[in-house]
């Protein structure tokens, strides 16, 4: 894999004099370098989606359509490469990076459908003769930032909506999953979407960012990570007044009435909690389980977790891969090591795994309480916290109790208590017994700390696009 920066339509290096080297964490061996971006990179890049602006805005969107067709087809076309890069970078078991590339792909799909369906509307006027519509517009040149966590999905939803929707873009990618961005780039270049419409660059994120923030070029930004980080580059935003998407973290409660199949919700429980080493923003973290059911389920969820095989992600047979770099591992052992310090159960993990790579066991710690640093700090890791309650209230009351509400989880068989879950929960996406918090066409955002506006479905490519009054009387 060659790395570079992605400008104006060709692949090229850095010019900031330092370089950046990309690290496979199941083995802790390079893959790879690349030399960063300066001021005056990010500055071409800013100047390419600015210039090439109005020739795609003015694009047909049948046309735009058709291109972002071609993207998708591409993608599917690609798919082993970019699950290989994937699983190289990230260090995801293949097979779930076949997986995202798929979503990845049809997210250009979902976008290249609405890309003909941005409609307006007309209000009836007040006198005759008179009209008054409600036109969408491009907002402009978009700055959008990507973390390392979900490489492929979330590039392609902040493009393929950002472009449906006449926009063009500068996404600063992660520096340790570079690769996959730069495949996506190499897809857009192949199905002949114009030089300078989608713009990526790799180095010092504060710099870029601040540089990205303060341009009265760029109209907006999407972002992606952190909620320190978001909240940052947010009040950077304002300061230009410009539009702000914030995609942040979360902590997702998942409540367990005693009515259900125990055995089936714990095996889809465990599945999903570790899939990509729950490094995903809504990834089931804080059970509630009613304690009628608690000592079954907590059993059943320790053995399925303690059985999960940890290993090579090319291995067919591997479910857990490694964590992505040194700071998740520490930040995982942190969190133990708290609840350790505080004589919560450790009854499964707890540990790191062999000396090469970055592997940690998968964990679950029982009834950790409120005080725990695990039980308010976003684990971002494999780590489950199981906990009991008594009344549906408390378990409510403790889903809620956080400042994030990205997404939330509930299983009951009993109808009036899912539609109280639906309505009670604060959080962006509420799931009822099933654990797909967001597809290409579902709108997905946080409440609370948890972000800003949405992304995906129809509501997430409005983001991109500004509304206009047209009234116009009869001639004179």
């Given at each position: ?9 060709e ?101 290249a ?43 392609a ?33 192949d ?8 713009n990526?660059?790799f ?5 870029i ?6 341009s ?37 409660p ?14 889809a429980?465990?599945a ?5 080493s ?59 090591d ?91 996406s ?15 955002g ?11 479905g129809?509501?997430?490519i ?15």
């Amino acid at each position: 894999m060659e790395y570079a920066q992605f400008i104006a339509g060709e692949f090229r290096q850095g010019t900031a004099g330092k370089t950046f080297r990309i690290v496979n964490p199941a083995n802790g061996e390079a893959l790879g370098d690349f030399a960063c971006a300066a001021r005056g990179d990010v500055e071409q890049a800013i100047s390419a989606a600015a210039a090439s602006f109005r020739g795609w805005r003015d694009t047909s969107p049948v046309e735009r359509s058709a291109l972002l067709r071609r993207v998708a087809i591409l993608m599917k076309e690609r798919t082993e490469e970019f699950a290989r890069q994937i699983s190289l970078e990230l260090g995801k078991p293949v097979g779930e990076s076949r997986k995202e590339v798929a979503t990845a792909l049809e997210m250009f799909e979902w976008a290249a459908e609405e890309a003909r369906r941005l409609y307006g509307r007309v209000i009836p006027s007040r006198t005759i003769g008179t009209t008054q519509t409600m036109v969408l517009e491009s907002i402009g040149p978009v700055a959008a930032f990507a973390g390392w966590n979900a490489p492929a999905i979330t590039p392609a939803r902040k493009i393929s909506g950002a472009l449906a929707a006449g926009c063009t873009v500068v996404l600063k990618p992660s520096e340790e999953t570079a690769g996959v961005a730069l495949l996506m780039a190499r897809a857009i270049k192949d199905a002949g979407i114009p030089d300078g419409v989608v713009n990526m660059v790799f180095g010092e994120p504060v710099e870029i960012a601040d540089l990205l923030c303060a341009s009265p070029k760029i109209a907006m930004l999407t972002f992606t990570g952190a909620t320190s980080v978001g909240k940052e580059l947010g009040a950077k935003a304002a300061r230009t007044l410009k539009r702000a998407t914030l995609e942040l973290g979360g902590h997702a409660p998942v409540i367990v009435c005693a009515d259900v199949d125990v055995d089936r919700v714990v095996k889809a429980a465990v599945a999903t909690k570790y899939r990509n080493s729950g490094q995903f923003c809504v990834c089931p973290t804080r059970f509630l389980v009613d304690e009628a059911i608690f000592p079954e389920f907590s059993e059943k969820f320790v053995d399925a977790a303690s059985a999960l095989k940890v290993g090579d992600p090319f291995d067919p047979a591997t479910q857990m891969g490694p964590l992505k770099n040194q700071r998740r591992l520490e930040a995982v052992e942190r969190l133990v090591d708290d609840a350790r310090g505080r004589g919560v159960r450790i009854a499964a993990g707890g540990a790191r795994m062999g000396t090469a790579g970055y592997y940690y066991m998968p964990t679950v710690l029982l009834e950790p309480g409120v005080d725990s640093d695990a039980a308010n700090i976003e684990p971002f890791g494999p780590i489950a916290l199981l906990a009991s309650f008594g009344r549906l209230d408390d378990a409510i009351e403790e889903a809620n109790r956080l400042p994030f509400g990205l997404a939330a989880y509930a299983y009951t068989n009993h109808l009036g208590t899912a539609d109280r879950l639906a309505r009670e929960i604060e959080s962006g996406s509420v799931c009822i017994n099933e654990w797909q918090a967001s597809l290409p066409e579902t709108p997905f955002g946080g409440h609370k700390d948890s972000g800003l506006g949405s992304e995906g479905g129809i509501e997430g490519i409005r983001e991109f696009l500004r509304v206009k009054c047209v009234r116009q009387g009869a001639s004179t």
